[in-house]
């Protein structure tokens, strides 16, 4: 599946917005080879660099389960 242009302005207007002004983090996981990087970052709270997770297919998924775990669950 594809991420329009449309859904990707909606989704950096939605975590630009409310969202991280309520201090959310904002993981951004994107699937296969046509998934931007820089809309990926543009989704992502920062630092991106540890907030964009990506992997080549919906079968790689687990191998990125605890690095999303980490990424979007903290303990308190």
Do not use: F
Not at 6 to 15: G, K, N, P, Q, W
Not at 37 to 66: F, H, K, M, Q, W
């Amino acid at each position: 599946m594809y991420l329009l242009q449309v859904e990707a302005d909606r989704l950096r207007s939605i975590t630009s917005s409310g969202m991280r002004g309520a201090q959310t983090k904002v993981v951004a996981l994107g699937v296969g080879s046509a998934v931007s990087e820089r809309e990926l970052i543009g989704i992502a709270s920062a630092p991106n660099n540890s907030n964009v997770i990506r992997v080549e297919d919906y079968s790689s998924l687990s191998t990125v389960e605890d690095q999303l775990r980490n990424s979007s669950c903290t303990r308190t």
